[in-house]
Every structure is written in C-alpha cells, then in structure tokens.
C-alpha cells in the first residue's frame, strides 16, 4: 500500500492509501507502485489518479465521488519513497470544482486574447498560455 498526499500551498487536500498513483511528470507521464524506488521528479499540469485500496476507511472522507479518482494539478514536485508518495503542487483542482460551462467560456475568452498578442517570450503571453492549459486540463477533468 502506498500513503499518497497532496498538498498545495492554499490546503491538503487529502491523505489516503492507494494501491497506485499516475502522475503528469515534467518528462512525461508516469506510474507509482509500492515499492518503487526514492525519487524526486518535477510535475506539469495535468491529472493525477489513484487506484484507491477499497478496504481504506479513509475513502469515506474523500471530497469527490468514489467513481472519479483524478484531479488536475498545476507544477509541482512529487517526492516518491517505497511506500509513500507526497505530491506538492502549485495547485490542484478536485473534479466537484470544475464548471465545465463557465471553463468552456473561459478557453474561448483566452485564445482570442492569445491571437492578439505577439507569440514568443512576451510574458503576458506565456502567462494568458499557462492558464488556457490549465483551463483545458480542468476540462479534461469531468470529461
């Protein structure tokens, strides 16, 4: 069994054990069973998911439906021993948080603003570009 935790500046959003963790890896995406080896690895944004252990008493209290075992989370670092893995991120989003209507709108609202600006290092750019992609991750999310 793994002890997986994720934590954001703002809250911890849950603690639990799970049998396996998929995590949005800086060099692609990657998969945590017990045992594995001691690792520090930079994230994206992108969706983690668990494969909860079903016996865990701790599913009760979970902030999301127990047929959903993914959220987004935004850059971060995953620091990974042979029975825990601790995921500390930017930020992460829970399924139950998303407006897919309103999130719609917003991926509209910011590719038109990234048509207007000059592509490249401009830093307006790169920040409208971050969370158009964090937009559509949380999209991805409930779909």
């Known amino acids: 069994m793994l002890a997986l ?4 500046p703002e809250r911890c959003l ?3 054990n799970c049998i396996s963790v998929t995590l949005p890896g800086k060099s692609g995406e990657f998969q ?3 045992g ?9 944004t992108g969706i983690l998911s668990f494969n909860p252990n079903g016996s865990d008493k701790t ?4 902030p999301f439906s127990l047929n959903n075992f993914r959220l987004m989370i935004t850059n971060g670092f995953v620091e990974i021993s042979d029975d825990s893995v601790i995921v500390l991120c930017d930020f992460a989003v829970l399924p139950n948080e998303v407006d897919a209507i309103s ?3 917003q991926v509209i609202r910011l590719k038109k603003k990234l048509e207007k ?3 490249g290092l401009d830093k307006e750019f790169c920040q409208i570009e ?3 992609e964090q937009t559509v991750v949380k999209l991805l999310l409930v779909s």
């Open 117 to 119: 600006l000059n592509k």
């Open 103 to 105: 999130s719609r709108k």
């Open 5 to 8: 935790e994720v934590v954001t």
């Open 59 to 62: 599913l009760k209290n979970l």
């Open 14 to 16: 849950f603690k639990i």
């Open 32 to 34: 945590v069973l017990k």
């Open 36 to 44: 594995h080896t001691a690792m520090l690895a930079g994230l994206r």
């Open 130 to 132: 971050a969370e158009l």
